[in-house]
C-alpha cells in the first residue's frame, strides 16, 4: 500500500522553473514563468480584446467580426496547442503544452469570457430591439382601433 503511495507522489510532475510539485491548477500557474516574451505578447493580446470587446459593443458587425475571430481561436486550440508542443524550443524556454492542452485551455479562458459577454450584449440589445418593437406595435393597434371607433 505504501508502495503505491510512494509511485503515486512520484507521477506527479515536477515543474522545470520553480520545482514545484504540480497538484493543481494554482501551483500550475505559479510555475510559469509569466515574464518570457511570448507570455507578455500573449497577455497584451487578452488586454486588446477586452478593449475591443467594450469598443465594440455599439457597432454590431465589428463585434460580430471580433467574436468569430475568438471563436475561431478557441475552436483552433487543439491544432496551436500541438503545433506549440512540436516548436516550443523557438519561441519559449519550458515545455508548457502538454498532450491534454491544459495550459492552452487555461490561457484561452479570457477569449471565452470575452465571448460569452458578447453573447451576453447580443443577447440585451435583441431584447431592447424586441421590446421597441413590440411597443410601437401596440401603439399602432391602438390607433388602428380608435381609428374604427371614431368612423
Not at 57 to 83: D, K, T, W
Not at 129 to 138: A, E, N, V
Request: net charge positive; glycine share 2%.
Amino acid at each position: 500500500m505504501t508502495d503505491q503511495k510512494v509511485k503515486n507522489v512520484t507521477s506527479i510532475p515536477i515543474d522545470g522553473f520553480s520545482n514545484l510539485r504540480i497538484t493543481s491548477i494554482w501551483t500550475f500557474l505559479m510555475s510559469v514563468q509569466w515574464s518570457e516574451p511570448w507570455l507578455i505578447g500573449l497577455l497584451t493580446f487578452h488586454v486588446v480584446c477586452v478593449f475591443l470587446t467594450v469598443v465594440t459593443c455599439r457597432y454590431y458587425r465589428a463585434q460580430i467580426c471580433h467574436f468569430l475571430l475568438m471563436v475561431g481561436l478557441v475552436y483552433s486550440a487543439e491544432y496551436l496547442n500541438e503545433l506549440a508542443a512540436m516548436n516550443w524550443r523557438s519561441f519559449s524556454n519550458f515545455q508548457y503544452f502538454d498532450s491534454k492542452g491544459m495550459f492552452i485551455s487555461l490561457l484561452l479562458i479570457p477569449l471565452l469570457l470575452n465571448t460569452v459577454i458578447i453573447v451576453c450584449s447580443t443577447i440585451r440589445r435583441q431584447y431592447y430591439r424586441f421590446k421597441k418593437i413590440y411597443s410601437s406595435s401596440l401603439k399602432m393597434s391602438l390607433i388602428r382601433q380608435n381609428r374604427l371607433k371614431t368612423f
